[in-house]
């Protein structure tokens, strides 16, 4: 967790809370975090409400959290730099 520090650790998932001045932001952010996903070949799942934007990782080939789940949740920090 010390490499994602802005995610949480649930039972199931990374999460991270996102909040952007408005509904378009937050959707043009969660289009890119689907372009990088894609890329990964890593399915996050999106729960967008107005211009909030939770996101949450898990593996569903281990049933759990993998490496591949804190190596996207990285790349995913790096877009709000």
């Known amino acids: ?3 994602v520090p ?3 650790h649930t039972a199931s998932y990374l999460e991270c809370d ?3 001045k408005n509904f378009k932001e937050a959707l043009q952010f969660l289009n890119q975090v ?6 990964q ?3 996050p ?9 939770k996101i ?12 591949r789940d804190f190596d996207l949740a990285r790349a995913i920090d790096q877009l709000m730099l």
């Open 6 to 8: 802005n995610w949480d």
């Open 45 to 53: 799942i999106f729960i967008h409400n107005f211009n909030k934007l």
């Open 41 to 43: 070949q890593h399915h």
């Open 56 to 67: 949450q990782l898990n593996t569903h080939d281990v049933q759990g959290i993998s490496q």
């Open 34 to 39: 689907a372009e990088l996903a894609e890329l």
């Open 1 to 3: 967790m010390e490499t």
């Open 18 to 20: 996102f909040v952007f």
